[in-house]
């Protein structure tokens, strides 16, 4: 067995400035040796690309690759895009704007090596920061990365990218993040755990997370394709625990549908208000592409509730 397998920290970025030159550092500079750096370039917009090229560039690690996107496809689809540009046997993520701490991938190996785990997530420390500074009526939380018993784990546990370092091969079988608008981190821990891959955590802060108050790129309300892709996986993931444990699971799958149900109505009346405008629309293109995207979702709302 390797000792020392390669590590591939995939950072994807876009529209940031503030914080990336941090964020690399923080992957390049691990005690762990055997590391490699992958950013996902996802901008549009040629000022930012030639930014990240720069600070890149300043880096000057051999360490260190840059990927550019064709074009912008969100989060889901630039950490994939850093997933099959891994040479790593584990991949670990981190958001462009979040900074490991300098043992975070050596003390995450050691576990996955000492369990012969596939799946290792941390403690994290979120900083909530306004205009550059860290809010003076919010300033920070510890979020856990605890484990527990399987309808802990499936119902509370923290799922964020940047806590993870994962078998890459593990992630391909589950065919890496889905591209939902929300919750993509906490669905791919929920698909790892239906397929039956073994998941452990180090007690410790190993990431620091910052929140910018005020300027989330995820919106607040809901989505819902996303709660409807939640809701479908944690009905999967029932199936591998106990009863008690799917009675717990089932309250938490309760309360996505009563707010899946609650904004139905709004998204079908958004649906039908489109599709009343498209019927002055004398083009049979526009119709089809209308008419089957409201199939697809409503499919997809009976196939989840």
Request: charged share 25%; hydrophobic share 40%.
């Amino acid at each position: 067995m390797n000792t020392n397998p390669l590590v591939s920290v995939v950072i994807p970025t876009f529209r940031r400035k503030e914080g990336v030159k941090r964020a690399i550092e923080s992957a390049l500079n691990q005690s762990y040796p055997s590391i490699e750096v992958v950013v996902v370039d996802d901008n549009e917009d040629d000022d930012y690309s030639l930014f990240i090229k720069q600070i890149c560039a300043s880096c000057a690690s051999h360490r260190l690759r840059l990927y550019k996107r064709r074009q912008n496809g969100g989060g889901a689809r630039a950490r994939n895009s850093g997933i099959l540009r891994a040479r790593g046997e584990f991949v670990a993520f981190l958001d462009d704007d979040d900074v490991m701490l300098p043992d975070k991938i050596e003390k995450q190996i050691n576990l996955l090596q000492q369990q012969g785990a596939d799946v290792c997530s941390c403690d994290m420390l979120e900083r909530f920061v306004t205009d550059g500074v860290l809010s003076p009526v919010k300033r920070e939380k510890l979020i856990k990365g605890t484990i527990g018993q399987d309808e802990y784990f499936i119902a509370k546990n923290a799922a964020y990218t940047s806590m993870f370092l994962i078998r890459r091969t593990a992630l391909i079988a589950v065919h890496g993040f889905s591209n939902t608008r929300k919750y993509q981190d906490k669905i791919l821990m929920l698909k790892l755990y239906i397929k039956g891959f073994s998941i452990v955590a180090v007690d410790e802060t190993l990431v620091v997370m910052t929140s910018h108050m005020g300027e989330r790129i995820t919106s607040k309300r809901t989505d819902l394709q996303s709660e409807l892709a939640k809701c479908r996986y944690y009905d999967l993931a029932a199936r591998r625990v106990s009863a008690d444990a799917v009675y717990n699971i089932g309250i938490l799958t309760a309360s996505i549908r009563s707010r899946v149900l609650s904004q139905q109505g709004k998204y079908l009346a958004s649906l039908a208000l489109n599709m009343k405008t498209l019927f002055r629309v004398r083009s049979s293109c526009h119709w089809r592409i209308v008419a089957k995207a409201f199939k697809r979702n409503l499919l997809l709302y009976h196939s989840a509730i």
